[in-house]
C-alpha cells in the first residue's frame, strides 16, 4: 500500500492571491507541515507552480521528499527543467511509472492541451494488464462550471476516447479548476483537488473565489482499490 499527498496550484509569487489577501507560501508550509506529520513521503504536485521567481523556494522545500512533478497552464517547462526533468531527451514534462497492480502515466499540459507526440506517446505506453492512474493539471470530464467552459483542456477529447477505448479502469488525478470534485463516466473516475492557494465555487454561470480556504488530497492506493480523502484548512 502506499500514500501520496496531491497537492497542486500554489500560484507563489503572482499577484492574484495577494490582492485576494492569500499567502501562497504560508500555506505550502501548513501543507507540508502535515503531511510530515502524516508520515506520507510521497508527494506529487499538480502544476502551477507560480512565477518561476519561486523556483528556488519551492524546490527547496521539497528537496527531502519523494516528488513527482506535472506541469500546470502557469508553468513553463524551459523554467523547470533544471529543477525537475525526467527525460533530457523531451522538451515536455510526461512520463510513466509503474507497480505490480498499476501503471502510473504523467502529463504535461502546460499549454492548455496535450501535444500529438503526448497523445501517442500515450497510445503505445498503456498496458491491458495493469489499471491506469492518470495525473494531468487540467480535467478531462467536464464540470458543470463555469471555470469550465472558460479554461478547458482544449483537445480533451482526444485523451477521452483514447482512455474510453482501453479496457481497465482509469482514475484521474487533476486540479486547474481550484475546486473539489468527483466525476465518473465508463471506465474513467476523475478527482479534481482544491488549490493550495485559493479556491473557485462550483457554479455554472460565473466564477466566484473563495479565498477562506485550502487544502489537498491524500490518495492511498493498494492492490484492491483507491481511495482519496481531502485535508482542508482555513487561511
Known amino acids: 500500500m502506499k500514500r501520496i499527498a496531491f497537492i497542486t496550484d500554489i500560484h507563489l509569487g503572482e499577484q492574484f492571491p495577494i ?58 517547462f524551459d523554467k523547470v527543467k533544471d529543477h525537475f526533468n525526467k527525460d533530457k531527451n523531451k522538451d515536455e ?8 497492480t498499476y501503471q502510473y502515466i504523467f ?16 497510445l503505445n505506453e498503456l ?18 462550471t463555469k471555470v469550465d467552459k472558460v479554461y478547458p483542456l482544449k483537445n480533451r477529447d482526444e485523451l477521452k476516447l483514447i482512455l474510453l477505448k482501453f479496457k481497465n479502469n482509469v482514475t484521474i488525478f487533476c486540479g486547474h479548476y481550484h475546486m473539489n470534485d468527483e466525476q465518473e463516466f465508463k471506465n474513467i473516475k476523475q478527482y479534481t483537488t482544491q488549490s493550495l492557494s485559493f479556491q473557485l465555487i462550483i457554479n455554472p454561470t460565473e466564477i466566484e473565489i473563495d479565498n477562506l480556504n485550502f487544502g489537498y488530497r491524500i490518495i492511498t492506493i493498494s492492490t484492491e482499490n483507491i481511495k482519496t480523502e481531502i485535508i482542508n484548512f482555513k487561511q
Not at 93 to 100: A, R, S, V
Request: glycine share 4%; net charge negative; proline share 3%.
Open 19 to 76: 490582492d485576494n489577501n492569500v499567502n501562497p507560501p504560508k500555506n505550502l508550509e501548513t501543507v507540508l507541515s502535515d503531511i510530515e506529520n502524516r508520515k506520507i513521503n510521497e508527494i506529487i504536485f499538480g502544476g502551477d507552480i507560480g512565477e518561476a521567481t519561486s523556483h528556488d523556494y519551492f524546490f527547496e522545500k521539497l528537496k527531502n521528499l519523494n516528488v513527482k512533478l506535472i506541469l500546470g497552464n502557469h508553468d513553463k
Open 107 to 122: 502529463l504535461d499540459s502546460s499549454s492548455d492541451e496535450l501535444s500529438k507526440t503526448q497523445l501517442e506517446w500515450i
Open 127 to 144: 498496458s491491458e494488464q495493469k489499471e491506469l492512474v492518470l495525473f494531468v493539471h487540467h480535467p478531462v470530464l467536464e464540470i458543470e
Open 93 to 100: 514534462l510526461y512520463y510513466k511509472t509503474e507497480d505490480e
